[in-house]
């Protein structure tokens, strides 16, 4: 069974950082592209970032571009997203996603983490 | 980036009775490689996403068959035959085609 397990969120102040994780199981992890998506109290969903299977490729948003760096260790099933230079409007609701083997995006979310930017 | 607009964004349904939702891009969704990015996704209330359908008409393992998908290009459909009461939710259009990937607004689906 898949599994995508995030945890990090938490409660900052403005300019200061925090590291996500994501701990996959149940898949082989090193063949998947990952993201991370997220979605803002009562709003939509946005997507932040991706990676490629061996991390030598990353996508960003330009909301957060220059600020968040998408990395991966397929030697831990684990991918994380560090977060600099936090910002209020970077509170939200953190879910990692799996792409499909087809190409297709967010066939797999996990449950999410809450992280909050305030002072 | 692209913009996909959704319609209705509020959606009150009678349990059994059709539903139906747009999805039209600012911009054709086909890929170089020919297939459309093209996905729909269910939020249930305090849960998180999840994917129904794939590359515009791809139903997802253990979707239910009164959900479908449709569309081409620039314009999507997602239709639900027969409302139940546990397709209460949020759903979304979403687009891998180009980067940034983007979210429709979400249309909020409700039992009248």
């Known amino acids: 069974e898949v599994q995508l397990v995030e945890s990090g969120g938490g409660v900052v102040q403005p300019g200061e950082s925090l590291t996500l994780s994501c701990a996959a199981s149940g898949f082989t992890f090193t063949t998947y592209w990952m993201g991370w998506v997220r979605q803002a109290p009562e709003k939509g969903l946005e997507w932040v970032a991706n990676?490629?299977?061996?991390?030598?490729?990353?996508y960003y948003v330009d909301s957060v571009r220059g600020r968040f760096t998408i990395s991966r260790d397929n030697t831990r099933s684990s991918l994380y997203l560090q977060m600099n230079s936090l910002r209020a409007e970077d509170t939200a609701l953190y879910y990692c996603?799996?792409?499909?083997?087809?190409?297709?995006?967010?066939?797999?979310w996990g449950q999410g983490t809450l992280v909050t930017v305030s002072s | 980036d692209v913009v996909l607009t959704q319609s209705p964004l509020s959606l009150p349904v009678t349990v059994g009775q059709p539903a139906s939702i747009s999805c039209r891009s600012s911009q054709s969704l086909v890929f170089s490689d020919g297939n459309t990015y093209l996905n729909w996704f269910q939020q249930r209330p305090g849960q998180s996403p999840r994917r129904l359908i794939y590359?515009?008409?791809n139903r997802d393992s253990g979707v239910p068959d009164r959900f479908s998908g449709s569309g081409s290009a620039t314009d999507f459909t997602l239709k639900i035959s027969r409302v139940e009461a546990e397709d209460v939710g949020v759903y979304y259009c979403?687009?891998?085609?180009?980067?940034?990937?983007?979210f429709g607004q979400g249309t909020k689906v409700e039992i009248k």
């Open positions: 996603a799996r792409r499909d083997a087809s190409g297709a995006d967010a066939g797999y």
């Open positions: 979403m687009q891998g085609t180009h980067w940034p990937k983007t």
């Open positions: 990676i490629n299977h061996d991390g030598s490729e990353q």
């Open positions: 590359k515009v008409s």
